[in-house]
């Protein structure tokens, strides 16, 4: 069966994260993605652990991707940009505002060639509005968003993920643009924009914090390990040193977590029959978990309460996620070959029953897909060799 995406053609314009994982995305699931890189490439090859020159995190980011390398700043490169917009569906850009318009690359310089084409920019900011022109790194709109002020401890300086959670969450909401778009242009309503904007993507996950400030006046402050009026639910040291996070705010759970622990006497006290009730006394329930956990290993704490259906978890690092049974049978890892090496990537989510995705191939060699790239538009061979020696495509 072919993969839910497939006929559909994608051209990646954008560099570094947020672009490229929502090119990856709809790469996975069938779409032909045509990632666009400058000269010299994309600068995700170059970052984080390298191994024999490339980047590891780049043979996942840019699976199933057909890799061009093209110098957009010539008149010729913004041609050949053009042709394939031209047959395109969907494009992927995450450049600062304005710059596909200097270009003459943007939504409206191409309506009247592809009127369904559908643009999923992603930016900083957005495409409108005072912020619009600002830089816009992940770090700097998580901050604005509101989504870092709620992070760390009391007091403390805000902590931030060791990820680029904006960039990646920004993806996310791409994808579903461009998938609504699709939805839409298949009900005959053309091509659209999708302006995805790195803070908004963040300020998207902030539940209550808005109508709580607005409906109470209350600002939601970082609450360490704990969220803020849910009791309990916390992070507690085991005798072994371990982490295990516990969740038992739900009523009925909370009466199992103290039996299971051996406090009945606080599992029926009326006193801690709500959430509301056991907010009031956070602390000293806290106290009482955190006690009982330091007489166990982590996983003889894990398995009295998961007998009690009691919702725990360690907290893992990856080589404890690569070692789980669970992981491995639920196929969260999928093994490709670079240069004759075997190496484990992410599977990319959600599972499909009937109509999976799946990676076909690794994060390729830059410029490997050029020629035939270029042939699907037109370009003949002689004129291929002579924009090579040019310089406006890479010749690799």
Not at 339 to 356: D, F, H, T
Not at 374 to 384: A, F, P, Q, V, Y
């Amino acid at each position: 069966m072919n993969k839910p995406l497939t006929g559909v053609r994608v051209i990646e314009l954008g560099q570094l994260l947020a672009g490229p994982f929502a090119g990856c995305m709809l790469g996975y699931f069938g779409a032909e993605v045509i990632k666009i890189e400058p000269p010299g490439g994309d600068p995700i090859r170059n970052w984080r652990k390298v191994k024999n020159g490339t980047s590891l995190w780049w043979h996942s980011l840019a699976r199933n991707k057909k890799c061009i390398s093209l110098n957009l700043k010539t008149p010729e490169g913004r041609d050949l940009v053009k042709k394939l917009l031209t047959s395109a569906d969907v494009v992927v850009e995450n450049f600062r505002p304005g710059v596909l318009e200097n270009w003459g690359l943007d939504p409206e310089s191409m309506r009247r060639d592809n009127p369904q084409l559908i643009y999923a920019r992603i930016s900083g900011f957005g495409q409108t509005g005072p912020y619009a022109a600002k830089a816009g790194f992940a770090s700097a709109c998580e901050a604005i968003s509101g989504f870092r002020y709620v992070n760390g401890f009391p007091g403390e300086p805000p902590v931030r993920p060791n990820l680029s959670l904006g960039d990646t969450v920004s993806g996310l909401h791409a994808v579903l643009g461009v998938l609504m778009a699709l939805r839409s242009r298949d009900q005959g309503n053309g091509g659209q924009v999708v302006d995805v904007a790195l803070y908004e993507s963040m300020f998207n996950l902030l539940e209550a914090v808005v109508p709580e400030y607005d409906g109470v006046g209350e600002i939601r402050e970082p609450s360490g390990t704990t969220v803020t009026g849910i009791v309990p639910t916390n992070t507690y040291e085991c005798r072994d040193g371990k982490f295990l996070v516990i969740g038992g705010n739900g009523d009925s759970i909370f009466v199992r977590l103290m039996r299971a622990i051996g406090r009945t006497d606080i599992a029926e006290n009326p006193n801690y029959a709500s959430n509301a009730d056991r907010v009031i006394h956070q602390e000293f329930l806290d106290d009482v978990l955190k006690e009982w956990c330091k007489t166990l290993n982590i996983k003889d704490a894990m398995s009295i309460l998961e007998e009690s259906r009691v919702p725990c978890g360690p907290v893992y690092d990856v080589a404890d996620m690569m070692a789980d049974p669970h992981f491995n049978e639920r196929e969260l890892f999928e093994r490709v070959e670079i240069n004759g090496e075997p190496l484990s990537i992410p599977a990319i989510l959600p599972k499909l029953s009937r109509s999976p995705g799946a990676t076909e191939w690794p994060g390729p060699k830059l410029a490997s897909h050029t020629d035939d790239i270029l042939h699907s538009i037109g370009i003949t061979e002689h004129d291929i060799k002579t924009l090579k020696t040019s310089g406006v495509v890479a010749d690799v």
